[in-house]
């Protein structure tokens, strides 16, 4: 039996899914989409529900117990959802998904035992092109004349910082990821930097102690 | 274009500051924190397991080689059976190693951990594999691999007092060799045969070549059945057995032509030279 072309004819639609909501939500980067990111959450939120449906398609293409064996498959594209499930939350929130909240909008599971499930690593990867994708936010606010957003993004992502600094990680492809971290990191000081040397930057309402 | 650039030039407030300030934002009873603490007990645990995994199947690959270059000698010594039971013995150990393996991946999705452990067991697969040939002249198969590891492990007192049919005490542990591992042992074998085909011929024994070239064109065409239809690497070890295939029908050809004139204590010399002066593309099948 060959799983793998009835996957890959998912998988196709799953990733134009991704992309239709990566397109609502870059908007946000706009000077005038600020105003709407309530309205572009609304929307991607609506659109992942035809990414349930398909997901849930996906899961009867191949037997529950081999999920790891057809994984390379979607991997790719569920990193993109993990990211944009993120994106939303933090669009809306301004805190971080957790897995359980990706699992839920993507209409997964989280553990492996109970189905098809988000692995850890895939999450994690979909935080860290979250975290890139913040970095872009910041600097494009500051365009749109908002000035306390990057504070609050700095803030942010340190905090992921420090706790991607907590993981042991071996030389793989999430590693590798994670290294671009750090320059999100310094994109996201300068920013900060360039704000309060100019008297640009108030501090966060949440303040930080310094 | 951003109104304001990015600037890192200049920046005299530097690193050191940056860094007390990120870390004063971390607080180390903040959520973010408190779950990337789980993340790192779970990654830490799949790793431990991996690594464990790659330990044992190490093992297996060392005791499943020598147990091919144990083999090997049956070619060179009046009495093979004394080689071949020394042989079952070490696919013993390596069995019980491979039994370990299948204790990890209880409850798991082997295909997580596969890349682990498919070394070690192609090579066993590989070992098996031979002792069989050399014993019945013929391809031992999958299921006939997969029956012999069958573990009985004495099951610890179950806490959450499960009601499985099993007596108590007692828990069948299987580990089942992937066709794909399976076929890429069974390629590598042709090769070990192959080296037993021209180091027979130098002992004077000008039948097993014979056998060996129809058994290795057999195996061969049912590779090139599945051709490219299989996993990758299935598709490069199917170059190499072409080569072994090749050199096994050169030696074959050689002793039907010139077997007679040659003293059998030069005939290995002339196939050595001989395939290996060949260019691997000529004489494929």
């Known amino acids: ?210 | 274009q951003p109104f304001l650039p990015p600037s890192g030039e200049g920046c005299p407030r530097k690193n050191a500051d940056a860094v007390q300030d990120r870390d004063a934002s971390a607080n180390p009873s903040s959520p973010i924190i408190a779950v990337f603490k789980v993340f790192q007990q779970e990654l830490d645990t799949k790793h431990d397991k991996y690594e464990r995994l790659v330990k044992i199947s190490r093992d297996v690959t060392i005791e499943s080689k020598r147990t091919i270059f144990l083999l090997h000698r049956v070619t060179s010594v009046p009495n093979a059976e004394d080689i071949l039971n020394e042989a079952d013995v070490k696919l013993d150990a390596v069995r019980q190693k491979i039994g370990l393996i299948a204790e990890e991946l209880r409850g798991e999705d082997i295909y997580q951990f596969h890349r682990a452990f498919t070394a070690g067991i192609q090579e066993y697969v590989e070992a098996v594999s031979f002792l069989h040939y050399i014993r019945h002249r013929s391809l031992i198969s999958l299921e006939e691999i997969n029956a012999r590891l069958v573990f009985m492990r004495t099951e610890k007192v179950d806490p959450k007092g499960s009601d499985e049919a099993l007596p108590l005490g007692a828990q069948v542990l299987t580990f089942h060799v992937t066709p794909s591992d399976y076929l890429l042992g069974v390629a590598d074998l042709t090769g070990e045969l192959m080296r037993m085909c021209i180091s027979s011929v130098g002992n004077g024994d000008i039948d097993t070549p014979f056998q060996l070239s129809q058994f290795l064109r057999q195996i061969h065409d049912g590779f090139s059945y599945i051709g490219n239809t299989g996993p990758y690497e299935v598709s490069k070890k199917l170059h190499t057995l072409r080569q072994s295939l090749g050199k096994v029908e050169d030696a074959c050809y050689a002793l039907r032509v010139r077997g007679s004139e040659i003293p059998k204590h030069m005939l290995a010399d002339v196939f050595s030279s001989r395939t290996t002066l060949l260019d691997p593309e000529e004489g494929v099948v």
């Open chain 1, 1 to 210: 039996h060959h799983f793998s072309p009835d996957i890959r004819k998912v998988v196709q639609i799953l990733e134009q899914n991704a992309r239709e909501i990566l397109t609502v939500l870059q908007s946000v980067h706009q000077p005038s989409g600020f105003k709407e990111i309530p309205s572009k959450c609304a929307r991607a939120r609506e659109l992942f529900c035809t990414v349930r449906t398909q997901l849930a398609d996906l899961k009867t293409k191949f037997p529950v117990e081999q999920y790891y064996r057809f994984h390379e498959h979607w991997r790719f594209v569920l990193q993109r959802l993990a990211f944009l499930s993120a994106f939303v939350v933090y669009l809306e929130s301004e805190t971080l998904v957790t897995r359980e909240e990706v699992a839920q909008i993507l209409g997964i599971e989280v553990v492996r035992e109970k189905g098809f499930h988000l692995d850890v690593e895939d999450y994690l990867a979909g935080v860290l092109i979250m975290a890139s994708e913040l970095s872009r936010l910041a600097v494009n606010s500051v365009t749109a004349g908002d000035y306390s957003r990057p504070l609050r993004i700095s803030n942010f992502i340190n905090e992921l910082d420090s706790g991607f600094r907590l993981l042991n990680l071996k030389n793989d492809p999430l590693r590798k990821r994670y290294d671009g971290l750090k320059y999100d990191v310094k994109k996201i000081e300068e920013v900060v930097y360039d704000l309060s040397i100019r008297g640009l930057a108030k501090e966060p309402e949440s303040g930080v102690d310094k």
